[in-house]
């Protein structure tokens, strides 16, 4: 059964950090790059961040800079680390095993002004 589980999201003000977590299952993990994705309402799921297996990341312009994308391979885990954070980065942030083409649930983040 495929898992990707994501936590760490919720309401945070402007200018303000969190770091999302997404623990995959071990076969998953091992053999994905491993990505970000994030929706608000009425829009398609953008990307946000890239991590490869051996640890080569990419990251969406207007989030360069701001969030950090990273894997820890023996907790089958990817983080996004987010600072500066601004309102318009207010949505649902997914996880994403990208050779698979798998999706976690989504994690709520909201950004006050």
């Known amino acids: 059964q495929v898992q990707l589980v994501e936590s760490g999201g919720g309401l945070v003000q402007a200018g303000g950090s969190l770091r999302l977590s997404c623990v995959a299952s071990r076969n998953i993990f091992s053999t994905n790059a491993m990505g970000w994705y994030r929706q608000t309402p009425g829009n398609q799921r953008e990307f946000v961040a890239r991590?490869?297996?051996?640890?080569?990341?990419n990251y969406a312009k207007s989030e360069k800079g701001r969030f950090t994308i990273s894997r820890d391979n023996a907790k089958n885990t990817v983080y996004l680390q987010m600072n500066s954070l601004k309102p318009e980065d207010t949505a649902v942030y997914y996880c994403?095993?990208?050779?698979?083409?798998?999706w976690g649930q989504g994690t709520q983040v909201t950004v006050s002004s």
């Open positions: 994403y095993a990208v050779d698979y083409g798998y």
């Open positions: 991590v490869s297996i051996d640890g080569i990341t």
